[in-house]
């Protein structure tokens, strides 16, 4: 079973970045996925979760209405849009289905 992000990069102040998760050996219509992310010095923080049950993704509120959260299930991936972009999300973002991690994908924010 593996997760696989990409998708991070550099980018400045208000600019977007997609990130995309791959499972391999889970299905993602079956579990709930979640992103979540660490800055250099922090605790991992939640950011959002697609249940197995819903389309309705749960959003952390300090990315509500500028992150969103899509699941492919034809593909088994799941995506986060992120918009409007800020120095403070900068961080290692990573997928999560039960207790498989990915590795994890860089995001910079430059103001």
């Known amino acids: 079973v593996q997760l696989v992000e990409s998708g991070g990069g550099l980018v400045q102040l208000g600019e977007s970045l997609k990130l995309s998760c791959k499972g391999f050996?889970?299905?993602?219509?079956?579990?709930?996925v979640k992103w979540f992310r660490q800055a250099p010095g922090k605790g991992r923080e939640w950011v959002s979760s697609?249940?197995?049950?819903?389309?309705?993704?749960d959003h952390a509120p300090s990315v509500r209405g500028r992150f969103t959260m899509v699941r492919d299930t034809a593909n088994n991936m799941v995506y986060l849009q992120m918009n409007r972009l800020k120095p403070e999300d900068t961080a290692t973002y990573y997928c999560?289905?039960?207790?498989?991690w990915g590795q994890g994908t860089q995001v910079t924010v430059s103001s």
């Open positions: 999560n289905a039960g207790d498989v």
């Open positions: 050996g889970i299905r993602f219509s079956e579990s709930a």
């Open positions: 697609i249940f197995r049950n819903s389309r309705i993704p």
